[in-house]
Structures are given as structure tokens and as C-alpha cells.
């Protein structure tokens, strides 16, 4: 983007991070999702109609389950939990954003809906609450995506929506946003952009966390009840850091350890944003990012295509900053290997994403003292599924 037609001021910061770094065609827009967005959350019929949804169209709430046999293999002391996203409908947390965000188009009374998306997960929540809605859908996906996310592909068409390859730069998620974004300051009257993540321009990260913080919500209500005390750390993969932040806000005042967990990829490249990353700017707003000396932005790479993606959202950048959570990565084998591990022993496939999660959990409680019991919670982001036809080449 043109530097000169950049807003660097504005709402929406986290400790110096976020903001709105956009052209001016996109300010206008932004003011009136913002002013949606803050009228819904003071009107009670709109919780009521997105919580009416949530549990009849959703499935809400997720139960929160004691997987006592990874306990066993990994640490009999343990007491280790499951938030199980995927349980929801279209098979991960993304349906909670998209549920949130088509309430809020309808009201401004958008017609169509742009989306971007890299597993497909969020491609394919945008393109099921379109046709909740009977809302025109179009996704941007980046070439690569389309070819190894086949059947979320074919999904979104039998939904209704237009899936349009994009080939510019690496073909994956950064470019697919990139193609969104612009289709959005062309049409920029009549359409939403449902963004799947907690990133881009103000009030993009917050709105999006709020949608996810039903997730937090639930499980901090869920362990209380089953285990009448905290957690002693939530663990969560991060991507844009959706899922992560969701989860997360629901125990941030508490004295409970917040573990995100990013993909170190493998010899081919990472998707470490907050661990090898500096702060720049991309997609309308300042956060940890991949990018080389000149400021040019580095290839992601992961085996999970969804936390496929250069950067992170805003607020985790100021987690990091204030050590408030702690940011790890794990890599592609490592990740491979808790998925078939839970798999086997819970009977649970989880998402390549969340599998992140689930290894580092497993790392972490190997290294403990084999005295400590600890408490822990896992964010199981979505289910393995969509991962089927790279899983099955991978694993023996
Ligand atoms: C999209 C996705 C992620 C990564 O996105 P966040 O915004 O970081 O949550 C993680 N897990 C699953 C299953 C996903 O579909």
C-alpha cells in the first residue's frame, strides 16, 4: 500500500499495537462497523439472537472433556482438559466469528460478503452463515490452499459461494487477504468483509475476539465446576491468534499461565510472527511480523495451513510484550505426531493446527516434576478432518 494514504493514528491499540493503517476509501467503513459493532453489543436482542444461534445452529456450548488417556501417557498426575471446538458446526471455532460478524452485516444492511482463507475452515464458516443468511459469498484463496484443501473447496461451492483462486505472490493466505481486502475498498457499499481472524485495521481484532471470547467464557465456568478451581495454564495454537485470544480472555485476570503455540515449520520455513519476528505493519495493522531487513515480508510455511500466515494479531504482540502470555513454537513433526498420538487415544482427530497445541502440551508436561500436578486446559481449535489427505501421506 501507498504510505501516503496510510492513517496511523486511531482507536483499537494494545499497547502500541493494532491501529488502522489503511487508505482513506477503507476509514469510512471501519467507523461504520465500529459504530455496528459498539450499538449491538448495547442492544440485548442481538446477544440474544447470536446466543439463540450459537446453540441451535453451532451447537454451543462445546463441552470441556477429560481426556484421562493422554493423561496416562503423558502424566499420570496430570489433570489435562479438552475445549472441544471442533465439535462445532463446519468442524471448528471459526463458525463463533462468522455467526457474530453476519448478524452484524445483515443489520448494516450489506448484501454481500467478501472473506479471505487459508485451510478453508474460515472460507467454508463464512460461506455457511451466507447461506443462513441469504447473503452473496465470495472467498479468496490462494492457490496452493485450493490445491491441498480440496474438499473445503468443493464445500464452499455446494453452499453457494464463489471461490476465487488467487495466484499473486506465494498463493496462500497472506495474498487471499490481500485480494479480500482490495475487493472490499472496490465494492466497499454493499459488502462485508468477514475476516477470519484477530487481525487487520481496528475494530477488526477486538470485534473478532469478542465473537471468540464465548470460548474462554464457557471453559472458565466449565473448570470451575468440574474441578472447583482454576486452571494452572491454557494452552491454544496461534495463527492470526483467534482461537488463542478466545480462550484466552476468559482467564487473563486470573494468576493462570497463557501458553500460545506457533508452528516452527520445518526446513522449508516457519510461521513464527511473535518468536523470530519484529513489528511492521500488514494488513492495516502494526504487530509482530516475518520480515527480512529490507521490511519485506517472509514466506509462512507450515504443515497446519492455517496458522499459515506471516503475521499475528495485535493484542498477542502486546501479550508477548508484557509477558502476560508466553509464546512457543512447535514444529511440523512434532505436531504430525500429537495428532496421531491423540487420534489413537482419545479417538479424536484433531486439525493440524490444534495438534500445535496438544505437542506442546505434551512437551511441557514431560519436562515438569513428576510430582506437580498440574491443571491444564487445551484449546482443541477444530478437527482433523480437512487434514485427511496430507495426514494419511505423512504419517506410516
Ligand atoms: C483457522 C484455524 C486456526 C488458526 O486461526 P486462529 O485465528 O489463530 O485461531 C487454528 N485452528 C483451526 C482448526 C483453524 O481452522
Not at 463446519?90 to 479471505?116: D, F, P, Y
Not at 507450515?302 to 509464546?327: I, M
Request: aromatic share 6%; with cysteine.
Amino acid at each position: 500500500m501507498n504510505p501516503s494514504i496510510l492513517r496511523t493514528d486511531g482507536p483499537g491499540r494494545f499497547g502500541g499495537y493494532g491501529g488502522q493503517f489503511v487508505p482513506e476509501t477503507l476509514v469510512p467503513c471501519l467507523q461504520e462497523l465500529d459504530e455496528a459493532r459498539l450499538a449491538a453489543a448495547a442492544d440485548p436482542s442481538f446477544a440474544a439472537e447470536l446466543a439463540l444461534l450459537s446453540a441451535d445452529y453451532a451447537g454451543r456450548p462445546t463441552p470441556l472433556y477429560r481426556a484421562r488417556r493422554l493423561e496416562q501417557a503423558w502424566a499420570p498426575r496430570a489433570r489435562l482438559y479438552l475445549k472441544r471446538e471442533d465439535l462445532n458446526h463446519t468442524g471448528s471455532h471459526k463458525i463463533n466469528n462468522c455467526l457474530g460478524q453476519i448478524l452484524l452485516a445483515v443489520r448494516m444492511g450489506k448484501t454481500r460478503i467478501v472473506a479471505e482463507t487459508g485451510a478453508g475452515q474460515h472460507g467454508v464458516a463464512t460461506a455457511t452463515v451466507c447461506a443462513l443468511a441469504g447473503l452473496e459469498c465470495v472467498v479468496y484463496m490462494g492457490q496452493v490452499d485450493v490445491a491441498r484443501q480440496a474438499p473445503n473447496v468443493a464445500r464452499m461451492r455446494l453452499l453457494g459461494a464463489q471461490v476465487v483462486t488467487v495466484t499473486a505472490g506465494s498463493a496462500t493466505l497472506k495474498d487471499a487477504t490481500s485480494e479480500a481486502i482490495r475487493d472490499w475498498v472496490t465494492n466497499v457499499k454493499g459488502t462485508h468483509y468477514i475476516i477470519g481472524s484477530t487481525v487487520g485495521p481496528h475494530p477488526y481484532p477486538t470485534l473478532v475476539r469478542d465473537f471468540q471470547a464465548v470460548i474462554g467464557r464457557e471453559a472458565r465456568a466449565q473448570i470451575l465446576a468440574k474441578e472447583g478451581r482454576l486452571p494452572d495454564r491454557v494452552i491454544a495454537c496461534v495463527g492470526g491468534g483467534s482461537n488463542a485470544l478466545g480462550i484466552f480472555s476468559g482467564f487473563l485476570d486470573d494468576p493462570v499461565g497463557l501458553f500460545g503455540v506457533e508452528a516452527a515449520g520445518s526446513g522449508l520455513g516457519h510461521s513464527q510472527a511473535l518468536g523470530r519476528g519484529r513489528p511492521g505493519v500488514l494488513h492495516g495493522s502494526y504487530s509482530y511480523l516475518m520480515q527480512d531487513d529490507e521490511g519485506q515480508v517472509i514466506p509462512a510455511h507450515s504443515v497446519a495451513a492455517g496458522l499459515d500466515y506471516p503475521g499475528v494479531g495485535p493484542e498477542h504482540s502486546h501479550l508477548k510484550d508484557s509477558a502476560r502470555a508466553d509464546y512457543r513454537g512447535v514444529d511440523d513433526a512434532a505436531a504430525l505426531a500429537a495428532c496421531a498420538e491423540v487420534s489413537r487415544l482419545e479417538g479424536i482427530i484433531p486439525a493440524l493446527e490444534s495438534s500445535h497445541a496438544l505437542a506442546f502440551c505434551k512437551e511441557q508436561l514431560a519436562k515438569e516434576d513428576p510430582h506437580a500436578a498440574p491443571l491444564v486446559i487445551v484449546n482443541l481449535s477444530g478437527r482433523g478432518d480437512k487434514d485427511l489427505a496430507g495426514l494419511t501421506e505423512a504419517t506410516p
